[in-house]
């Protein structure tokens, strides 16, 4: 298929007139669907613009590591939003976005979905897809000029075609015997993150609230890892910001909002 067949395609499975469906950007390959939207956000790209790619060259995951983006395997796609508010505010975005991505594989896919807080989209105990989400700010007011939230999902992977050292710890939508057809995810996926954006200011509670529904991290035992630091904790709950709540042996508690956590019994952490 043509670029120009693949957007027109996505936007017959939107729902007529959609707001975004206008906005579309597709690319046989770029290094990065969020570098690539970035750039567009800073030439003033509208907020609901689209951008996805059949392979990404460079794909990037939190923590400064890489997204494995076979060629027409997987959906990359990244979406500009121009949130009217700080950057402080949008602490609960890429919660809302794994709630968005979980509500459109369900439609899409058949698939039900956990979030492993922060960023993580998981069957059991497998990664099926992350969320990277960046902000673009004013340095003088710290007003956000733009936010890219950019998903990968792995769609149609065979075993084989993840490398070996991801194979226990990756699964796709076709392993876990959910429907992989990447354009009518990527509409039910624009369609879910435009639902997501209208409420992100105004319904911050119950955006968290399921969030936390489906966020497998609460209740277990974990590991987290900032820079040098690592502290055994438990995860009791997600906060208002949608921070992660822990507790610690010696009975102090914390909201963690940043590094690495890991649970007991998932991706190699035994
Ligand atoms: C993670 O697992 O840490 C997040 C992965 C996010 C991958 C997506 S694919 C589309 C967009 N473009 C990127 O370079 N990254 C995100």
Known sequence: MTSTEIVQTIRTLLPPGHPWGQQIIHLPCVDSTNTYAKALAQRGAPSGTVVLADTQSGGRGRLGRSFFSPAEKGLYLSVILRPNCAAQQLMHLTCAAGVAAA????????????????????????????????????????????AIVGIGINCSHTQADLPPELRAMATSLALVGGKSDRLALAAALIDRLSHMDARLLTDRVRLIEEFAARCITVGQDIRIVRGDTVRDAHAYGIGADGSLLVSFADGTRDAVTSGEVSIRGMYGYL
């Open 103 to 146: 509500e459109a594989m369900a439609e899409a896919a058949g698939i039900e979905i956990g979030l492993k807080w922060t960023n993580d989209l998981v069957v059991g105990k497998q990664k099926l897809g992350g969320i990277l989400t960046e902000l673009g700010t004013n340095p003088a007011t710290h007003a956000t000029e733009f």
